[in-house]
């Protein structure tokens, strides 16, 4: 496979990187062939290497193992989508984009719908509905594979757990950005490298995944690449998957554990499960996770 070193930060130009270290795979293939990069001016992070977008396409058409950072909880659930079609898919009326969308009804346009919760949101509420997505998996009206059949005058559009994913986030924002009606409103989620894990953890982050992941952004980062492909920043939040609820469950169990170790002699296990949780309580305050609201200028 053809890959591109990458010699600049990809999102402010900047020739100030850093390498942080070499990056870890369970596959052969890409195992220690790719640094974590970081850019002093931006604080953005990246892969050291890139392949192009035609080559990442293809992987995800082909569902190929060197994109595939899912977890096993991920293919579970894309079975179950396929196995129960989409009548089945349940609404999500309390997702967050629901406290900023500022009208009733319009367009929406969603770029990797994935299982379609929201879509199917949107829908329900009577809006024009498109989505792009190029795995083959989903087929649901007005779901397409390429960018070009999406008509223009969007005024919602939603990208979740996109831009990481993609060589070029300026382009793809740009190219966005033409299907979008002025102060229309555009919605996106992404990995967030100013957080405590990816600081603490830096390349053993679990969202360092080649070529799964080739972007994590920091608030300045998300800034500038929205500048640049027309955009003005509203909301820039950061947020965490760890669950509260559970997060006291373990504490509740973590003596319980500890003491079981202690008998078991099986010492390493303590200071993992102390480790773990530490990290899991940090993410709460800096989570790993970016949102982001923006508008068309
Ligand atoms: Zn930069």
């Known amino acids: 496979m053809k890959l591109r070193k990458?010699?600049?930060?990809?999102?402010?130009?900047?020739?100030?990187i850093r390498k942080i270290g070499k990056i870890k795979n369970h596959?052969?293939?890409?195992?220690?062939k790719f640094d974590l990069m970081k850019c002093e001016s931006c604080l953005h992070r990246f892969i050291s290497k890139f392949p192009s977008q035609a080559v990442l396409i293809n992987l995800y058409k082909t569902d190929s193992p060197l994109v595939f950072g899912g977890t096993n909880h991920e293919?579970?659930?894309?079975?179950?989508?396929?196995?129960?079609?989409?009548?089945?898919?349940?609404?999500?009326?309390?997702?967050?984009?629901?406290k900023y969308v500022n009208i009733n009804n319009g367009r929406f346009f969603e770029i990797g719908p994935g299982l379609c919760r929201l879509y199917k949101t949107f829908l329900s509420k009577g809006w024009s509905c498109q989505g792009l997505e190029p795995r083959s998996f989903v087929k649901i009206k007005g779901i397409k594979k390429t960018f070009n059949e999406i008509k223009n005058d969007n005024d919602i559009v939603a990208a979740f757990d996109v831009l990481e994913h993609v060589e070029n986030p300026i382009e793809i924002l740009k190219k966005i950005n033409k299907k979008m009606k002025k102060n229309g409103q555009i919605f996106l989620t992404f990995p967030h490298s100013e957080s405590f894990k990816s600081k603490i953890l830096k390349e053993r982050w679990q969202m360092v995944v080649p070529l799964a992941h080739l972007h994590f952004f920091s608030g300045k980062s998300t800034d500038i690449m929205l500048k640049k492909a027309g955009f003005r920043t509203v909301v820039i939040k950061d947020f965490s998957f760890v669950e509260v609820r559970r997060l006291f469950r373990n504490l509740i169990k973590l003596p319980f554990l500890i003491l079981k170790d202690i008998f078991k002699f099986k010492f390493k296990?303590?200071?993992n499960r102390l480790f773990e949780f530490y990290l899991n309580f940090l993410d709460l305050i800096k989570g790993d996770q970016l949102k982001v609201v923006a508008i068309k200028i």
Do not use: A, M, Y
């Open 6 to 16: 990458i010699n600049k930060c990809p999102i402010c130009r900047s020739d100030k």
């Open 27 to 32: 596959l052969k293939e890409i195992d220690n």
């Open 75 to 98: 293919v579970d659930q894309k079975k179950k989508f396929i196995n129960n079609g989409f009548k089945n898919v349940p609404v999500q009326n309390d997702h967050w984009i629901f």
């Open 269 to 271: 296990n303590i200071t």
